[in-house]
């Protein structure tokens, strides 16, 4: 399976003081996830890997564990373009926190937006971050991508170690016409955060414009796209979610100092379950 492994942000390596210190791997941090019924985290030594051609080490295997905190971002669209269902696709999201915020153990927060945007605190109690969504108004043109950016840039802020279950849900039909970033913007940082993007956009049969943005910055993140506000569908979505989460691991790559990490990688798995990787995940 080949992979193009953009630009990562280099993380952890202190290099010794003393002359006669050799220069220390630095680690990348890239996503896998196993698929299927009898899916589990696959480990460090079900994994090769290769940066064009040349073998690096598996350092380690990050997995989400039952009792990790999960940190989820909500990003809801309230430009005017939203507002036809507002309700409907407020209820879904609200449903999706219930089912993915367990209370007292992950923690959330909820980002509204139309031309600017509102991030709250840190919240430990999925009723408070639905008390912000209630209190959103409708109003404004759209600034998406600000909204994404800089939800990206608060996860890498309270983050405090490499785990998967950094994720936002986002809201929004993708039109955006008043942000000062770009798509690609609001996708590099959140690569840089470790952060996967999940979309939803409202109903349709087929991708315009706009859900193409969202499909693609879902895709560049590690994340997936639905359609549609259905409350029919939330259980299913939601145990979708939960499963991808408790299936995805951070392999640690450590590659010699001389390798330079800026071509393809190439993961191979020595393991009978059906594996995928991920947008490329840097801390």
């Given at each position: 399976?080949?992979?193009?492994?953009l630009?990562l942000?280099l993380?952890g390596?202190?290099l010794?003081?003393?002359?006669?210190a050799?220069?220390?791997?630095?680690s990348?941090?890239?996503?896998?996830?196993?698929?299927g019924?009898e899916a589990?985290?696959i480990?460090a030594?079900e994994?090769q890997?290769?940066?064009?051609?040349?073998?690096?080490?598996?350092?380690?295997a990050v997995?989400?564990r039952?009792?990790?905190?999960?940190l989820?971002?909500?990003?809801?669209?309230?430009s005017?373009?939203?507002?036809?269902?507002l309700?409907?696709?407020?209820n879904?999201?609200?449903?999706?926190?219930?089912a993915?915020v367990?209370?007292?153990l992950?923690?959330?927060f909820?980002?509204?937006?139309?031309?600017?945007f509102?991030?709250s605190?840190?919240?430990?109690?999925?009723e408070?971050m639905?008390?912000?969504?209630?209190a959103g108004r409708s109003g404004?043109?759209?600034?998406?991508?600000?909204a994404?950016?800089n939800?990206?840039?608060?996860?890498?802020?309270?983050q405090?170690q490499?785990?998967?279950?950094?994720?936002?849900?986002?809201?929004s039909?993708?039109?955006?016409?008043r942000?000062?970033?770009?798509?690609?913007?609001?996708?590099h940082r959140c690569?840089?955060?470790?952060?996967?993007i999940f979309s939803?956009?409202?109903?349709?049969d087929?991708p315009?414009?706009?859900g193409?943005?969202?499909?693609?910055?879902?895709?560049a993140?590690?994340?997936?796209?639905?359609?549609g506000?259905s409350?029919?569908?939330?259980?299913?979505?939601?145990?979708?979610?939960?499963?991808?989460?408790?299936t995805?691991?951070?392999?640690e790559l450590?590659p010699p100092?001389?390798?330079?990490?800026k071509?393809k990688?190439?993961?191979?798995?020595?393991?009978?379950?059906?594996?995928?990787?991920?947008a490329?995940?840097?801390?």
């Amino acid at each position: 399976m080949i992979f193009p492994l953009l630009p990562l942000l280099l993380v952890g390596a202190v290099l010794a003081q003393s002359p006669q210190a050799t220069p220390q791997a630095e680690s990348h941090w890239v996503a896998v996830r196993t698929t299927g019924s009898e899916a589990s985290a696959i480990t460090a030594d079900e994994v090769q890997a290769k940066v064009d051609g040349r073998a690096i080490d598996i350092k380690s295997a990050v997995a989400q564990r039952e009792k990790d905190p999960l940190l989820l971002g909500v990003v809801l669209d309230f430009s005017h373009s939203s507002r036809d269902e507002l309700n409907e696709r407020n209820n879904f999201a609200e449903s999706l926190i219930y089912a993915l915020v367990r209370q007292g153990l992950d923690a959330g927060f909820v980002t509204l937006f139309d031309t600017e945007f509102d991030i709250s605190k840190v919240f430990r109690n999925p009723e408070e971050m639905i008390k912000r969504i209630r209190a959103g108004r409708s109003g404004g043109g759209t600034a998406l991508f600000d909204a994404i950016f800089n939800s990206c840039l608060y996860i890498h802020d309270v983050q405090r170690q490499p785990r998967p279950g950094w994720v936002l849900l986002v809201f929004s039909d993708g039109d955006d016409n008043r942000s000062n970033k770009t798509s690609e913007e609001a996708i590099h940082r959140c690569q840089d955060s470790g952060t996967a993007i999940f979309s939803f956009v409202p109903n349709g049969d087929s991708p315009d414009r706009g859900g193409r943005v969202m499909k693609s910055m879902a895709s560049a993140t590690g994340g997936e796209m639905y359609f549609g506000y259905s409350k029919k569908s939330e259980p299913k979505v939601a145990a979708h979610l939960k499963e991808i989460l408790r299936t995805t691991t951070l392999q640690e790559l450590s590659p010699p100092a001389a390798v330079q990490v800026k071509g393809k990688l190439e993961l191979r798995f020595k393991t009978k379950q059906k594996a995928e990787i991920l947008a490329p995940t840097a801390f």
